[in-house]
């Protein structure tokens, strides 16, 4: 690798970050400023805005974790829980020991009504968790899927 690619990849590192930062200030303004208050053109607006900076945040840094998990959240809040599920699916690709959203992938296809989906993710990351008190617990949420359906 050439000094211009390292210094290419920094740069595109910061800018990533910028525009992930400048994504979460807009999902913020969204979130709390108009949902609340019923003002949801205008959060739509700012949704639009928030999507449009993580996506350049990913363009830039493919492998931006935070970046995927910011869009997921975004996708789940405006309930396309297909779009939640595909970030969501990007994110744990690229740390698949990632339990938090392994376990949240889960819950978005319960959402979506694939309830398989969810139980078989779930036993895949029960299978290779080696601590007891969270082997229980996904093995609770396992219980309640089967119960459930």
Known sequence: MTVSQVY?????D???????EKGLAYFNEGFYKFTPKARLEEAAEVYELTETEFKKALALNPSFIEAYLNLARLYYVQKDYYQT???YQEALDLEPEN???AVTLANTFYKM?????????????????????????????????????
Not at 134 to 145: C, F, H, K, P
């Open 8 to 12: 290419t990849a920094e740069e595109n």
């Open 14 to 20: 910061r800018d990533a970050t910028f525009y992930n």
């Open 99 to 101: 339990i938090n959203t």
């Open 113 to 149: 009504g694939e309830h398989d989906r969810a139980r078989i993710l779930l036993i895949a990351t029960r299978d290779r968790v080696t601590n007891n008190g969270m082997r229980d617990l996904l093995s609770a949420l396992i219980n309640n899927i089967e119960t459930d359906h």
């Open 85 to 87: 599920a595909t970030a």
